[in-house]
């Protein structure tokens, strides 16, 4: 059964006077590899043996928004939609996921559910195709994902987008350490074609650990962020969606601060491309471009954020315009971080009882609706949650 509470305006903490993209952070590089030891298992924000889950959201054109999710500790494929969400329900049978899902709407406005298997299979489920074995259909011969680092620990994410050339693409890491993409080629064969980015780019170094995040930046490049095996944010890049390039982030930007979550990167809604990670003193980084400008690092004031390699941190465009980044905090408070005209500005949502596992998912919802998705305890019991925005109203909470 849903519920759901109608509350008013965040909590609101610090005011920060930063609010373009060129602040370079000042202090001496650190290194903190060993601080990965363990991560998936008993590393900084997981714990020995637990499961971390994840549920993301999308707007599916025929039934509305749609998150889906794997049920903890469980192979089983799940999905809730409308607004409010309505009951969870299996998707399919027999699905052995092993990552937790990612929905999208891909350019030829089919709803498709990614995930990796238990075999590190790249599974596509669509209403029409049904659940297709990416890496033994089509003959397209998809090399295998990379497996969970330990444990029940998701394996690293699958994550469907849509280029600047209106292709559909699936982005996911092999278990080469090697950035995959699945490029769509509907109306010709095979349906998907299949490229390795790190060969392709020429890049000298692979992915470290975590998962590899696309999105199309501003001025039209489409880019796929990572953690690399130097300890050091990447950008692939391609402009025409052909020709790839690798450039390191973190020597762009002057922040050489070792990360200790995979990265998120969005574009804001000032025309800047950002990418977003928290380091070993908890403390959150935007690495920032603008067009025609250079990459800039600044540390935003978040309070205290969950560092470890299953808590990344979520930003996106509210439905209002507003440029926001939802983190979980070390005290296990979800808190939002929203940029002002004078500045970011941290705030966090009042959740009595519930205590947040796993990321938090940021993005904009059907009916002009900010949403932020994630899941959660109260009182022992594990449920999904919604925090929902719509225009001139009040956040309300809703468990599913």
Known sequence: MSRVWIFGALVV?????????????????????????????GGPGGGAGQDLPAVRGFTDPNVGHTAVFRLVDTDQLQRANGTPFG???????????RSNPWGYKRHDGVAAILYVDIFKHVHEVTSAGGNVDLS?????NAPN?????????????????????????MV???DNSHVIELKSNFGSQPPWLVTDLTLASGASVTTFTGSAFPYVRSDGWNTIVYFASDQHIHELASFDGVAWIDGDLSVAAGDLIFPLTDPWAY????????VLFVDGNNRLHELAYHPGGSWGSGILPASSPKNGLFQRPSGYVRADGVNAIVYTSTDNSVHEL?????????????????????????????GNRSSVLFEGTNAGVHQRYELSLPVGGQWSLQAF
């Open 136 to 140: 033994n259909t089509h003959g397209i």
């Open 87 to 97: 009951n969870a329900f299996g998707v399919g049978s027999g699905l052995l996921e």
């Open 267 to 274: 574009q804001r809604s000032d025309g800047y491309n950002t």
């Open 338 to 366: 929203w940029l002002s005209g004078t500045g970011w500005i941290d705030g966090s949502y009042p959740l009595p009882g519930i205590t947040p596992r796993g990321p938090l998912f940021g993005h904009l919802a059907p």
């Open 145 to 169: 994902a990379k497996s969970a680092p330990q444990g029940p620990a998701p394996a690293p994410d699958v994550i469907g987008y849509v280029r600047s050339d209106n292709r559909s693409a």
């Open 172 to 174: 996911y890491i092999g």
């Open 13 to 41: 903490g610090t005011v920060a006077t930063a609010a373009g993209c060129g602040d370079v952070e000042d202090g001496p590089i650190e290194q903190r590899v060993s601080a990965l030891a363990g991560v998936g298992g």
